[in-house]
């Protein structure tokens, strides 16, 4: 091998580390923050439907709501919140 082939493969390896470094560096941090918002939306959801069971006088479905995805998910359809 000469060393100008040495040079080009040294090169490639260092180019592809390089972009594989980036790349994957910008697909974490856009996943972080997409994950982040999600969790976000779905708390200011959540608070929303606390929010509107308090002041319907619905206490006893707070606990049901916390406890249980199904009764949780149709409460966000009847209170037009999903």
Do not use: C, P
Not at 6 to 14: A, C, F, P
Not at 58 to 79: F, G, K, M, Q, T
């Amino acid at each position: 091998m000469t060393l100008l082939e040495r040079d080009e493969r040294m090169w490639e390896q260092g180019y592809q580390e390089g972009f594989n470094e980036s790349f994957n560096k910008s697909f974490n941090e856009s996943f972080n923050e997409s994950f982040n918002e999600n969790i976000k939306i779905g708390e200011n959801l959540f608070a929303s439907l606390i929010i509107k069971l308090i002041e319907d006088g619905r206490r006893e479905d707070i606990e049901r709501a916390a406890n249980d995805e199904e009764y949780r998910h149709s409460l966000y359809v009847e209170y037009h919140l999903k």
